[in-house]
């Protein structure tokens, strides 16, 4: 088993900068891909970001590409999501999620292990 607890998160104006965390336990975190995904209201969760047990292979939604950051400090056990320039569009739960399994996935359904969530709310 593996357990996420995130952190961060908040209200934020339109332009401003905002840091999520994810800190994993219970099993070698650099046995496992990350994941941050988002789901606003009424919709569906969508890929955000994921990074590989190295960190060395990353890759964002080109919908958060140049805006957001995943990178990893596997000494500390947890993944990041550094958001900038954040727009009202962004605004949804956030949720880390691990996969044990190789593949770096877009799907939700490839992870088998979720963080609680966490609010972003981006105002206009």
């Known amino acids: 088993q593996v357990q996420l607890v995130q952190s961060g998160g908040g209200l934020v104006q339109a332009g401003d900068s905002l840091s ?3 800190k994993a336990s219970g099993r070698t975190f650099s046995n ?3 994941g941050w995904f988002r789901q606003a209201p009424g919709k569906e969760r969508d890929f955000v970001a994921a990074i590989s047990r190295s960190g060395a292979i990353a890759y964002n939604a080109d919908s958060v ?3 957001f ?3 990893r400090d596997n000494a500390k056990n947890t993944v990041y999501l550094q958001m900038n320039s954040l727009k009202p569009e962004d605004t949804a739960v956030y949720f880390c999620a691990a996969d044990p399994t ?3 996935s877009r799907s939700p359904n490839a992870y088998d292990y979720w963080g609680q969530g966490t609010q972003v ?3 206009s």
Request: charged residues 15%; proline residues 0%.
């Open 69 to 71: 950051t995943i990178s």
């Open 20 to 22: 999520l965390s994810c």
């Open 32 to 34: 496992l891909d990350m």
């Open 65 to 67: 590409k140049g805006r």
């Open 102 to 104: 190789w593949g770096l």
């Open 121 to 123: 709310i981006v105002s």
